[in-house]
Structures are given as structure tokens and as C-alpha cells.
């Protein structure tokens, strides 16, 4: 899935942990073979080929996926939408690739294969169906916080209740470590690698930012990044980061992504509502918003680095 995955557990049965270990990397490398688009015998890949013209049966972990998904879709209005990938080769945001800006003609020739309510999923069959030719699935802004809840699920049947699972910029977080909960802090967007702005303690929580610090390029100091506004064909502009405290991995994860996209005070207003989920959106303007949940439960460092 393109990120680093890291296993903590506390406990005094080094053995059991090891096995439960190699049992959670391999449901994640399984997960990777059902959902990467990067796989070509994917289900991902498999339901893009097909698009336009046949259904594609599926395993159940990827309907799971592309369920919450669509529910994604519906409390941002769109804004998260796992059909962003017909935007694929457009924008290239890896640091080896020839970065350059798309010409806007086109991107708008595929804006109209953007669109969430064309991803059709039939549970009696188990198939999926894209309406249009030329849409594609991409499941980069959720698919790990579901390989993490899984993983949290497969400590849990091997007995152990103390751990710590990091997925790139997702986290799960299970009983304590020892005596005391497990922290995390909450990445300074500007500032230097593994340089934190605030900090907090967790139990039995998922945590996941989403940030325009990540993948990038600058272009006449304007910063373009990976977080891509389905509606414009290009990346979202009103937030730095985008942090999401849940019970759920895959909740958070992809919160994360449609919450930067709807902008810091839209993004806001659905966390406020919705239940179970906090969260701590780093504006473009370098403010701090803290959901009201979490007020007393977020300890400020430092204020976040203000720059380009």
C-alpha cells in the first residue's frame, strides 16, 4: 500500500506476539494483492478494466471497503470519492517523476468519470460495476485504515490487548503500554520530519492525518500535493492537515482525506456532528481548529510552523 507498517505489542509472551506479528503482515500483504491498483490482478484493477462493461466479482473484504467508502461519499457531499482515479497519470507526485502541472484541458476531459454514485455494489452477487468506461477505483485515501482495523481484529483473536499498529499516517491504538496509555502527536505540516506541534494520549482509538506535506512538489512557490478535490481536478487548498480520532481505522482514514477536502470550516461542522469522531484540522492559514471533544484531551507543544 505504498507506506511502512510498524507492530508494538506490551506483553510478557514474546512468542505469541511474534506469531501474531507474521499474521498481521500477511493480511496486509493480502489486502495489498485485493485492493492496490498497483497490482494488475487486483480487485481494484479487475473492477477498472472492466468499467463500462461488465460486473466484477469481488472478495468481501473489497465490498466492506467500497461500502464505507460510499458512505464517505455521502457525508462530504462528494468530496471524498474513490473514483479520483481516472485522474491517474495526470499528476505525478513522487519526487523521482518530472512534476509539472497538468494542462487544465485535460483534466477537465475526465472530471465527468468522477463520480461516486456511478460505483455500483451488489452484496447478493458480490459484484461491483462502474458505469462509464474510463473510471477507475483508487482506494489510496482508505484502503490501510481498513488493513488496520484488521490487524487490530487479528492481535485481538491472538490474545494480545496492548498494542500499537502504524500504517504510514495511521495508527491504532489498543489497551496501554504498561501502566500508561499510548501517545501520539499530531505532525507540525511545516516543520521538520517527525516534528510534532501537539500531542495526546489514546486507548482503544484509531488516529489518522492526512497533510499536504506528504507527497508535493513546489511550483513558483505554490505548494501542489496529492489531495485532490474531485470537483476541481486539482489539489484542495483550504487545509495544512487533517487529523481524525475514531473508533474505526477506516473511518479515520478516509475522515482524514474528505475533511482536508471539504475545507476547515465545513470539515469542522461534520466532525461536530458526527459521532464518536474527533479531530484537529490545520488550516491554510496556519490555524488550529480542535473539535470540541478533544479540547480538554489535546496538549499544544508549539504553534505549527508558518511557512509557504
Known amino acids: 500500500m505504498g507506506s511502512e507498517v510498524r507492530v508494538s505489542a506490551w506483553t510478557t509472551d514474546e512468542q505469541r506476539a511474534v506469531r501474531a506479528f507474521e499474521e498481521v503482515f500477511d493480511e496486509f500483504d493480502r489486502l495489498d494483492r485485493l485492493l ?21 466479482r469481488v472478495e468481501r473484504e473489497t465490498l466492506d471497503v467500497l461500502r464505507v467508502a460510499q458512505q464517505m461519499s455521502e457525508w462530504t457531499g462528494g468530496k471524498f470519492d474513490v473514483t479520483f482515479g481516472a485522474l491517474s497519470g495526470l499528476w505525478k507526485f513522487d519526487h523521482d517523476q518530472d512534476n509539472r502541472i497538468p494542462p487544465a484541458s ?5 472530471l465527468p468519470l468522477i463520480d461516486y454514485k456511478g460505483l455500483e455494489l451488489d452484496a447478493g452477487s458480490e459484484t461491483v460495476f462502474l458505469r462509464k468506461a474510463g473510471m477507475r477505483v483508487h482506494l489510496g485515501g482508505i484502503g490501510k485504515g481498513y488493513a488496520v ?4 481484529a487479528i492481535l485481538r483473536a491472538q490474545g494480545l490487548s496492548d498494542f500499537l499498529i502504524q500504517a504510514g499516517g495511521d495508527f491504532y491504538a489498543g489497551g496501554r503500554r504498561g501502566s500508561r496509555p499510548w501517545r501520539t502527536g499530531v505532525q507540525d505540516p511545516r516543520g521538520p520530519a517527525n516534528q510534532v506541534f501537539a500531542a495526546m494520549d489514546l486507548y482503544d482509538e484509531t488516529f489518522s492525518t492526512s497533510g499536504d506535506y506528504e507527497r508535493f512538489f513546489m511550483k513558483d512557490g505554490r505548494r501542489y500535493h496529492h489531495i485532490l478535490d474531485p470537483d476541481e481536478g486539482a489539489p484542495a487548498r483550504g487545509c495544512r492537515s487533517v487529523t481524525i480520532v475514531a473508533k474505526q481505522a477506516v ?6 482525506t474528505g475533511v482536508f477536502i471539504l475545507g476547515p ?6 466532525i461536530e456532528k458526527l459521532p464518536d469522531v474527533e ?9 488550529v481548529l480542535v473539535s470540541s471533544g478533544l479540547t480538554a484531551r489535546l496538549e499544544r507543544l508549539r504553534a505549527p510552523t508558518d511557512a509557504p
Do not use: C, F, K, Y
Not at 470550516?265 to 461534520?270: P, R
Open 149 to 152: 482495523d484488521r490487524a487490530a
Open 106 to 110: 485535460d483534466v477537465h476531459a475526465r
Open 251 to 256: 473511518l479515520a482514514d478516509g475522515l482524514s
Open 36 to 56: 492496490s491498483v498497483w497490482h494488475p490482478g487486483s480487485d481494484v484493477s479487475r473492477i477498472n478494466t472492466a468499467a463500462g462493461r461488465e460486473r466484477v
Open 279 to 287: 479531530g484537529v484540522i490545520v488550516t491554510s492559514r496556519n490555524e
Open 265 to 270: 470550516q465545513a470539515g469542522m461542522a461534520l
